[in-house]
Each structure stands twice: as C-alpha cells, then as structure tokens.
C-alpha cells in the first residue's frame, strides 16, 4: 500500500504544473486521470477495488469522479473545509501558523473525524498513514484514498497552498475584458469555475 501512495502522489505531483489557476471538478479529474495513466497494473488494479466498494452517492466511482467528492462533501460538512488548504502567507511564511498550529490527531481520532482546524499538509500525512496501516477500518481506508485522490491536487493548486493576507485570494478582484473569443470561453464556465474553487 505503500508503493500504491508514493506512485500515486508522485504522479500527481508530476501532473501538476507551476503555476495554475484554481481546480474545479474538471481540473481535479484530469489531475486523476493523469496520475491514473501512471499507475501500475497492481497499483491500479488496487485502487479501483477500493474505489469500487463505495456506496456514496455524490460521485461515480472512476478515479476520475471520485477526486472531486471531497468538494461535494465538504458543501455537507463544512467542518472539513480547512482541509482543503494551506494559507501559508508570502510576506512571512510560517507553516506552524498557517496548519493552525499543527496538533496532532487525537488518539484514536479516525482522520476523517479530526478537528476542523487542520491544512491539508496534515490531513494528507494523516489520510497516507491510514491507507498504510494494515489495521485500519475498511471503511476509513476508502474514504482516506477519496480525501487524497483530491487532496493532492488541491495543494498544488497555488491558490490553495499560499496567502498574501487575501483570504487564500478571495479577496483580489479580477478584471475580466469580455467581447472577445476569451469572455465567451470564461462565460461558460471559466469564471464561475474560478470563483466557485476559491470559495471556501
Ligand atoms: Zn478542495
């Protein structure tokens, strides 16, 4: 399982050029399904039994439409929406105050019931540790995989791993100049996409 979590980081890693604008749903699946593209026959064959087990109904269950539950579940959960991020400042960076402090998980706290205060730096060194460990509940090991097929792509998404005392850039104001072949492709999707990713 290992093996399956430094493949898969790495290729999405890989997949994840410098700079970005911020990821929707699309933008997370294709980060999937490049790093899927990369996976080994074993690793792959791994994941997908995994992911096949899942009964929740808020995606389909490809690697692809699976990187982007964790936004969904977040609209129902709003206690994981500091998960998604890192507001490490530019000016003054300071890990330790951007992953509030950086307590550790509670004893015998299951990840995906960990305090809401938490980036995603910790919640994926957390999620890793579980899809590890050989004694970890079914159930929490798929929802582990789920929280890191996205959030892996969330923190390479600039917006969501820096600050520059802009609320992780909601509050920079965008002049879009629209009337051209660019407004109509921002129109349908472009803008709505980048507004809806950098809400929290
Ligand atoms: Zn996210």
Known sequence: ???????????????????????????????????????????????????????????????????????????????????????????????????????????????????SQACVLDKIIQFITEVEQPNTDPEERLVALKFLLHFVGDMHQPLHSSDHNDRGGNSVKVIVRMGSGLGQRLGHGGVSDFQSRCLR
């Not at 609209?75 to 000016?91: L, P």
């Open 1 to 115: 399982m290992k093996a399956l979590l430094a493949v898969f980081c790495a290729s999405i890693a890989w997949a994840s050029p410098q700079p970005a604008a911020a990821w929707g749903d699309d933008g997370h699946k294709i980060v999937a399904m490049i790093a899927e593209h990369y996976l080994t026959p074993d690793v792959h064959n791994t994941v997908i039994a995994l992911l096949a087990q899942d009964t929740d109904p808020l995606t389909a269950h490809d690697m692809a439409s699976e990187a982007t539950w964790a936004d969904k579940y977040r609209n129902q959960h709003r206690e994981t929406a500091s998960w998604h991020f890192v507001d490490i400042e530019i000016d003054n960076p300071d890990i330790d105050a951007a992953c509030f402090g950086r307590a550790p998980l509670p004893p015998n706290t299951l990840a995906s019931n960990g305090p």
